[in-house]
């Protein structure tokens, strides 16, 4: 049975950092792609970056210049570095990963809660 298990969330003034973590397991094959999507109250999940395991990254606009999404792909682990972080970042962030580019076998997270407060 394949988990995503998600570690980092938690409470944040606005300009701080947090560093979100994700750690797969039970896959028998290998996850392609990683990465972070968010979704705050009331709105839609929404990519924040996705990296593969090639090293080829994809970040939305919003996360450009402030996140860093990394890999350790032995250990199936995707990190995402949050820096000046802003109260729109609030949201619980959910792990995904996938088999393919085109998102086969794909798997979520059950999402760690960001807060920025202002």
């Known amino acids: 049975q394949v988990q995503l298990v998600e570690s980092g969330g938690g409470l944040v003034q606005a300009g701080g950092s947090l560093r979100l973590s994700c750690s797969a397991s039970g896959s028998f094959f290998r996850f392609n792609v990683m990465g972070w999507y968010r979704q705050a109250p009331g709105k839609q999940r929404e990519l924040v970056a996705t990296a593969a395991r090639g090293g080829n990254t994809n970040y939305a606009d919003a996360a450009k210049g402030r996140f860093t999404i990394s890999r350790d792909n032995a250990r199936d682990t995707v990190f995402l570095q949050m820096n000046s972080l802003k109260p729109e970042d609030t949201a619980d962030y959910y792990c995904?990963?996938?088999?393919?580019?085109?998102?086969?076998?794909?798997?979520w997270g059950q999402g760690t809660q960001v807060t920025v407060s202002s």
């Open positions: 995904y990963a996938a088999i393919t580019v085109g998102g086969a076998g794909a798997y």
